[in-house]
């Protein structure tokens, strides 16, 4: 079984068991004697299920099991311990058993609530709250239930819950945020220099748009959807002028996989000012990277991106031979684009296929009629990447994969998540059972450059109720905090910095750290053994844990963030921070 999953079974039988001992609490109340004894017994069962859950999970690491053992376990035992004798001891009046169960239904929720809550790290305060609510709840139900505990009971349980209220408080409310650190907004190097050899300008401004023959309104630069495809060749100095036309939330280029100057990465409040409309920014930077990549904004980056302000960004080396088609993946209000695109090419012609998903989700894209090799991942080129046949891949949100193969006679088909978006001719083949590419096993290894790391980072990526700003959210959290309390990574440069990202979620969470491409390192503990992965797009599934590391040699304020944007927009952002 994989952690996703015992996280996710974890928390199904979680659920099972508080409402088993809740509803073994109200049916003897009722005094409904055999439906109480049977979802006891099922309580039971689940708590002893959960035992082995909690004990799976912690295996696969503490970030999993933290608060599960320290506040869930507790409090499950206990309630067993209470109610469990009375159980036994108390055949003749079922009612009097009704004040423990229900005890032990409000511990198993408290535990409950503090992981889907609270999530990671745990702290001594949150577990003193999870005990307050508990006993708090209980002394209530015995008063309401007319049972008559003695007064020194009843009085020593409101105490203790009190005090594990009053010290539970005082602990979770941490004052630890971050405030704003003074950095230099002026920073330029060399490879802002130069006279620039390739000219863009970019329009932003609201369009409508045809998608498959229906009018779709859009955000649109220079009026389509994708925006111009930008290309180069490398050694370029490219200067792309962006416009906003009419935009009210503001609009930047972000250059996403694209190491560029952190004056030029295009982050609203980090790095510049947003363009708002009637404003212009000119970027300017030298291509010095070759391979696929893309453009967006990154002012109000969700909704932005999603109703269309992207594009691609292609730096090819000098000559270029054969087919060199760009297929850049998008969902716009619920239609896919691009639209399908075909097109004869002779046999024995060179083809690459450039896939960017630009969504937040990932796709899967399946070629069929030709065997083929991924020659790069996220712009880097892998050493020895063999033929695949029937053979699908994944694309994380913002990722983006070279497909390179020479044309057969018959014709070839690329789909994406079943449907047809680039063919040289009509295909028909089913590729839905096809296996997924591992790129951590794919191409031929070198040794990984770094023995040693200067510094080292936890990110455990979660969900949790975030208290802190106006109105409470259900934030995506990391380290339990959201943006922008998220305390930023501070480093060196030069230093060899290691992230090792934890997903405790029930949902994916694509990592993009800009300004730097990482190198994979392990994957729930197990080393990378393919082609060295400089990545700058990666899929951390729930459950996983990804080790990854990269050298600090792009001084700035660099975002760091899941890809999703919707998870980046509900707190899952901070800043990687050098200069
Ligand atoms: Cu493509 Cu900060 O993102
Ligand atoms: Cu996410």
Redesign the pocket.
């Known amino acids: 079984m994989t952690t996703g999953s015992l996280l996710a079974a974890d928390l199904v039988i979680a659920v099972l068991a508080a409402a088993g001992w809740l509803g073994g609490g109200a049916a003897s109340a009722a005094r409904r004697r055999p439906l109480a004894l049977g979802l006891v017994a099922f309580a039971l069962l689940a708590t002893l299920a959960r035992a082995i859950t909690i004990i799976a999970l912690a295996r696969a690491g503490w970030w999993f099991a933290a608060e599960k053992v320290l506040i869930a376990a507790p409090l499950s035992l206990a309630a067993v311990a209470v109610a469990g004798p009375r159980l036994l001891r108390a055949p003749g009046d079922i009612r009097s058993v009704a004040v423990p169960l229900l005890f032990a239904g409000y511990a198993a929720s408290g535990g409950l609530l503090v992981t889907v809550l609270h999530g990671y790290p745990a702290s001594a305060g949150v577990g003193l709250l999870a005990v307050a609510g508990v006993l708090a709840a209980t002394t209530v139900t015995w008063r309401v239930l007319g049972a008559r505990p003695s007064p020194t009971v009843s009085r020593a349980a409101l105490a203790a819950a009190v005090a594990a209220l009053v010290t539970g408080t005082g602990l979770a409310v941490t004052p630890d945020a971050v405030t704003g650190v003074a950095h230099d907004h002026g920073y330029r190097d060399a490879r802002t220099a130069g006279e620039p050899t390739r000219r863009f300008t970019l329009t932003a401004g609201t369009a409508t748009v045809d998608v498959s023959g229906r009018d779709v309104a859009a955000w649109a630069f220079n009026g389509q959807v994708p925006g111009p495809e930008l290309t180069a060749t490398v050694g370029d100095v490219l200067e792309v002028t962006l416009r906003n036309r009419d935009i009210a939330r503001g609009v930047t280029l972000h250059w996403h996989g694209y190491d560029v100057p952190n004056s030029q990465d295009g982050v609203p409040g980090v790095t510049q000012a947003a363009v708002l409309p009637g404003q212009e920014f000119v970027y300017r930077f030298r291509a010095d990277q070759v391979g696929t990549y893309w453009y967006h904004t990154h002012a109000a980056s969700d909704v932005g991106v999603r109703k269309g302000l992207y594009g691609a960004l292609v730096v090819r080396p000098a000559p270029v031979t054969g087919v060199d088609v760009t297929v850049p993946v998008h969902t716009l209000a619920g239609l896919p684009l691009p639209a399908p695109r075909v097109e004869p090419v002779e046999a024995g012609v060179r083809v690459r296929l450039r896939l960017i998903n630009t969504d937040s989700t990932t796709h899967r894209y399946a070629l069929a009629g030709t065997p083929f090799r991924v020659a790069a991942i996220d712009g880097s080129d892998l050493r020895n990447p063999t033929p695949l046949v029937a053979t699908a891949v994944l694309i994380p949100a913002g990722g983006r994969y070279d497909l390179v193969f020479t044309a057969p006679a018959t014709p070839v088909a690329l789909s994406v998540d079943g449907r047809e978006v680039y063919a040289t001719g009509p295909v028909s083949a089913a590729t839905g059972a096809w296996p997924v590419l591992d790129p951590l096993t794919y191409g031929v290894a070198s040794p990984v450059p770094w023995a040693r790391f200067d510094r080292e980072f936890t990110l455990v ?1 979660d969900r949790g109720l975030d208290l802190r700003g106006l109105l409470p959210r259900y934030a ?1 959290t990391v380290n339990g905090a959201a943006d922008p309390d998220i305390p930023p990574q501070v480093v060196r440069l030069g230093d060899i910095v290691k992230f090792t990202i934890v997903n405790r979620s029930q ?4 990592w993009h750290l800009h300004g730097h491409h990482v190198l994979v390192l392990t994957r729930n503990g197990r080393p990378a053994t393919g082609s060295l992965l400089w990545l700058d797009s990666f899929d951390v599934r729930p459950g996983e844990v990804w080790e990854v590391a990269f050298r600090a040699d792009n001084p700035g304020m660099w975002a760091n963030h ?1 890809h ?1 944007l919707a ?2 927009d509900a707190g ?1 952002t901070l800043h990687l921070l050098y200069s």
């Open positions: 990526l995506h949902v994916v969470h694509p899941c999703n998870h980046a899952m």
